[in-house]
């Protein structure tokens, strides 16, 4: 078993050693969410810890991108190698913290995987485009190379997957980095480094700073940090964005979601009724790609969704991550718990039905620990907090609407665009949905329309800010900058001293 496990502080990662952070001023306190205890601090990093992080990775830089490609994707072939090893041990460091349930982990782990095999080829996705004789003589060819020290600052719901979307595109393509993993849910994080360290990366190429606002602060800020790479609350990426680009960095911030799946009158709603409760109750709802809103199109599709999710609501097994059997754990913390429980009063105040109520759970044996059960709500319109604001919790709300037209509109208006699902039988509906709908991720009869590794990871409106996707091409394409060579090698003489531009073709 990793010490990881048995770990009381988790501290930097920095040059390939764990340091603590300089001041001891500020500690934060990690806990396990099903018991509502702490089980491990941490002291944030502050810009000291920065500095040095940033001058080390700075260094590293240096040699690591002049590193052959070749030998780096055989880096990440043994990281990926290294992880497949142990994955009950990455499972239940980030289940402990985060409070999923273990098999959830390991989807979430086998997707970052992905991500890996991905960088595996990077020599494919780094080749260049070549034109031969363009002129007299001359060849053309595009580079793509790294960028410097690239950072990347997560979110507290995947952390194995999210940062997994970051670092590993950025290090094979050659940058150094920092990672700043949520402060509730650093383990992981450290493992990752650990792990990468053993696979041969040579130290200071990958770095982790535990923090918070104090630590991304001094990250944004840093003359030496080439690009951020952000994924959290819209609030928290916009800020990001604005005071990254500010700072004259290459940024990417993906955020908040309300996603939506469409019921429509034809759809077959056993499967969709199945795919609603994976979607909107897994991870206790604590996923940016959870459905939040069904959007039942017609007369009866409200009914007929609505009796088949009430037992199976009843029905999910809530408990602690190390329990058999459990479908769903806890959310993340006593703030979240009070928030979430704060709007589901305000759907009540607001006259939305709340079909099932999963507020009284308690969990034997866990009696502290930070449990909602599922929760539906019918007859919700779009004034209400709940269809308006990202709950990110086990809540599912049903909206009705008349038409197809209709379920278009109501999406289309919302102000995030992360994810979206359309459940029918009918092709023309289908296709005229991915085509029309303001999503940036887009599912037909696929509830979680998350894209595998070698596509790329993105919302649109309010959902990003800035114009990369995330992972995939895309991440290949934010990593490095593109360079385009021009060269002239002749046996021919040249037309001598020419003041003027000249045409490609009388070069
Ligand atoms: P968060 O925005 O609170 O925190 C994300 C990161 O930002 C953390 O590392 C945190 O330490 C840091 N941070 C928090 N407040 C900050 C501040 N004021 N200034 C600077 N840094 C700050 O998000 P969270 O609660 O950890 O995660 C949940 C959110 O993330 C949800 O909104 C969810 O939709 C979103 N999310 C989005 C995606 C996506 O790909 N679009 C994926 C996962 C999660």
Not at 362 to 381: H, M, N, P, T
Request: glycine share 8%; charged share 20%.
């Amino acid at each position: 078993m990793n010490e990881i496990i048995n770990n009381t502080e988790v501290k930097n990662f920095i040059k390939g050693s764990l340091v603590r952070s300089t001041s001891l001023k500020r500690e934060v306190q990690i806990y396990n969410p099903a018991l509502g205890q702490v089980i491990r601090k941490a002291y944030v990093a502050n810009s000291v810890d920065v500095d040095k992080a940033v001058a080390v990775a700075k260094e590293a830089f240096v040699s690591w991108s002049a590193v052959p490609i070749t030998k780096r994707a055989k880096i990440f072939f043994r990281y990926l190698r290294l992880l497949e090893d142990d994955l009950d041990t990455f499972a239940k460091i980030v289940s402990e913290e985060h409070g999923k349930t273990l098999e959830d982990a390991h989807g979430s782990i086998a997707r970052g995987l992905e991500v890996l095999e991905f960088c595996c080829g990077i020599t494919t996705h780094l080749k260049s485009d070549y034109s031969h004789n363009v002129a007299n003589g001359v060849d053309v060819y595009n580079l793509r190379q790294p960028l410097g020290v690239c950072a990347g600052i997560t979110p507290f719901n995947f952390p194995a997957m999210v940062p997994m979307w970051m670092y590993p595109i950025s290090i094979v393509s050659g940058n150094s980095f920092i990672l700043k993993p949520s402060e509730k849910t650093p383990s992981a994080a450290i493992y990752q480094a650990e792990k990468l360290k053993q696979a041969g990366l040579p130290d200071g190429v990958f770095n982790v700073l535990i923090g918070d606002k104090e630590t991304v602060d001094a990250i944004l800020r840093h003359p030496d940090i080439e690009a951020i790479s952000f994924v959290g609350s819209t609030k928290v990426g916009e800020y990001i964005y604005k005071t990254a680009t500010a700072h004259n960095k290459r940024a990417q911030a993906l955020c908040g979601a309300k996603n939506h799946l469409v019921v429509m009158p034809d759809a077959d709603f056993d499967k969709a009724a199945d795919a609603l409760i994976g979607a909107g109750y897994g991870s206790a709802g604590e996923r940016c790609m959870a459905i939040s809103v069904v959007v039942a199109v017609g007369r009866d599709s409200g009914d007929e969704i609505v009796k088949r999710l009430v037992p199976k609501i009843k029905n999910i097994k809530v408990g602690a991550y190390n329990q058999s059997k459990i479908d769903m754990g806890p959310v993340i913390d006593k703030a979240s718990f009070e928030r979430i429980n704060k709007l589901i009063q305000s759907g009540v105040d607001d006259k939305a039905k709340l079909v099932v109520d999963g507020r009284s759970l308690k969990v034997a044996g866990y009696e502290g620990g930070y449990f909602i059960g599922g929760c539906l709500f019918d007859q919700v319109s779009v004034d209400m907090q709940i269809y308006q604001q990202e709950i990110f919790g086990p809540v599912l709300c049903v909206v009705r609407v008349d038409s197809y037209q209709e379920a278009i509109k109501l999406i289309n208006d919302h102000e995030y665009g992360n994810g979206v699902a359309i459940f029918t039988r009918d092709g023309g509906f289908a296709r005229d949905f991915a085509t029309q709908i303001q999503i940036g991720m887009v599912g037909i009869n696929v509830p979680i329309p998350v894209p595998v590794s070698f596509h790329s990871f993105g919302g649109w409106k309010r959902s990003i800010f800035g114009s990369h996707s995330i992972y995939g091409m895309e991440g290949v394409n934010f990593y490095t900058r593109l360079k385009t060579v021009t060269s002239r090698w002749s046996t021919k003489g040249t037309k001598g001293v020419q003041f003027s531009f000249q045409k490609t073709t009388d070069l």
